[in-house]
């Protein structure tokens, strides 16, 4: 049985300045917070059991830990992360993110 993965790039802001990239030039979209969580809902229901939570770095959202509650809440399996890390660093905030019910973080590693 193949897992299903919803992969949400919640918006393009970074707090890193890495040559080449463009997610700290300000051209993305954001994702709003009411329509991630509808987005959640909706494929659920359709049969997602997991979901990558990425985009530039998703740690600078204030609603990261609220989305993730409802991911867990809705049933998901599977909550991944994909962070540069640079938040990690706070214990408190690490914390915060494995109650919220991550189940996996992905560290971006440049050279």
Not at 90 to 101: P, W
């Amino acid at each position: 049985m193949t897992r299903r993965t919803l992969e949400l790039s919640l918006d393009y802001r970074c707090n890193l300045r890495c040559v080449g990239c463009k997610a700290c030039d300000g051209s993305g979209d954001t994702l709003a917070t009411p329509r991630a969580a509808a987005l959640l809902r909706g494929h659920f229901a359709a049969g997602m059991r997991g979901v990558w939570l990425g985009g530039g770095e998703p740690t600078l959202r204030d609603d990261l830990l609220p989305l993730v509650r409802c991911a867990r809440d809705l049933g998901y399996e599977r909550v991944v992360v994909q962070t540069n890390g640079l938040r990690l660093a706070y214990a408190a905030y690490a914390r915060a993110l494995a109650q919220a019910g991550v189940t996996e973080v992905r560290v971006n590693a440049k050279s």
